[in-house]
T-cell receptor
Framework: DVKVTQSSRYLVKRTGEKVFLECVQDMDHENMFWYRQDPGLGLRLIYFSYDVKMKEKGDIPEGYSVSREKKERFSLILESASTNQTSMYLC??????????????FGQGTRLTVV | AQSVTQLGSHVSVSEGALVLLRCNYSSSVPPYLFWYVQYPNQGLQLLLKYTSAATLVKGINGFEAEFKKSETSFHLTKPSAHMSDAAEYFCAVILGSSNTGKLIFGQGTTLQVKP
């Protein structure tokens, strides 16, 4: 059974803190994604990685960075958390090849509250 | 630039009625297209995907979608709504120009099913 695991379901952080959101997949997928989900705005892509140490900015990268040192792990970093980063964060992975090619698998999400 | 647009943030139907959720994409080359569903307090799961094999795609739970290149549309339908279909539905696209699988989502449509 395929699996994308996000390290936390709920997080509460203070303004100005550095926040790390971790995501691990066990499917040997090349692609990994970080989205944020807000009511009425759908899923907006923050960053995308198509290989180890390779990354591409999505639609809303400001205030975020990412790290992909190993194929299975993709980390989202909030350098200095702000209240407008309170949101649901979703990690996903996909592959362009194989029987599940192009389908993205999602983690359960991390609901981050910045106070 | 918006790559996928879902028309209507909320759709309400009666149980047993036709479900039609609209999705249009912007791409000059054939894309990969997807519909995902998110039930309350759950992650996203794939309903169906279009990868150029056939223009009418059948998915899980009785849903299907038709790719219409001339209209740049990929609308989701189900002949008869069930109460359990109440959820949020997302259309997504991998742009034809992307050889890395960058996945972009629409704003989402919440489907309400009335008894």
């Amino acid at each position: 059974d395929v699996k994308v695991t996000q390290s936390s379901r709920y997080l509460v952080k203070r303004t100005g803190e550095k926040v790390f959101l971790e995501c691990v997949q066990d499917m040997d997928h090349e692609n990994m994604f970080w989205y944020r989900q807000d009511p009425g705005l759908g899923l907006r892509l923050i960053y995308f990685s198509y290989d180890v140490k390779m990354k591409e900015k999505g639609d809303i990268p400001e205030g975020y960075s990412v790290s992909r040192e190993k194929k299975e792990r993709f980390s989202l970093i909030l350098e200095s958390a702000s209240t407008n980063q309170t949101s649901m964060y979703l990690c996903a992975s996909s592959s362009l090849s194989g029987p599940q090619g192009t389908e993205a698998f999602f983690g359960q999400g991390t609901r981050l509250t910045v106070v | 630039a918006q790559s996928v647009t879902q028309l209507g943030s909320h759709v309400s139907v009666s149980e047993g009625a036709l479900v039609l959720l609209r999705c249009n994409y912007s791409s000059s080359v054939p894309p990969y297209l997807f519909w995902y569903v998110q039930y309350p307090n759950q992650g996203l799961q794939l309903l169906l995907k279009y990868t150029s094999a056939a223009t009418l795609v059948k998915g899980i739970n009785g849903f299907e979608a038709e790719f219409k290149k001339s209209e740049t549309s990929f609308h989701l339908t189900k002949p008869s709504a069930h109460m359990s279909d109440a959820a949020e539905y997302f259309c997504a696209v991998i742009l034809g120009s992307s050889n890395t699988g960058k996945l972009i989502f629409g704003q989402g449509t919440t489907l309400q099913v009335k008894p």
